[in-house]
């Protein structure tokens, strides 16, 4: 499944996949975003009913939450605190490079 389009929305990166993917496939849409991609550490797995959330460091420094919304087909990335708020247009670039 590839990845169609990712924007900066407000203080949110949005990640579009190219198919309607489900909560079985979080897994691999996951392990695409964070182990093809050495920038991002994994620190947590948070699995809910309708949504899973990953607690990653970016390069090292930046605490990002990465979510995968099941119902609203929705992926996000998300800061969590203001240093990392401020680096998200630098995330948003490097994800660009990455996968688009």
């Known amino acids: 499944m590839e990845i169609e389009n990712i924007s900066l929305i407000g203080n949110s990166i949005v990640i579009q996949f190219s198919e309607y993917w489900y909560q079985e496939d979080i897994e691999t849409l996951s392990e695409r975003l964070i182990n093809t991609d050495t920038a991002f550490d994994l620190q947590e797995k948070i699995v809910g009913a309708d949504r899973e959330s990953l607690?990653?460091?970016?390069?090292?420094?930046?605490?990002?939450?990465i979510h995968f919304d099941c119902y609203s087909q929705s992926c996000w990335l998300e800061?969590?605190?203001?240093?990392?708020e401020a680096a998200l247009e630098n995330v948003l670039k490097h994800l660009r490079v990455q996968f688009i």
């Open 79 to 84: 800061s969590t605190d203001a240093a990392s």
């Open 55 to 65: 607690r990653v460091i970016w390069q090292n420094k930046e605490q990002l939450m």
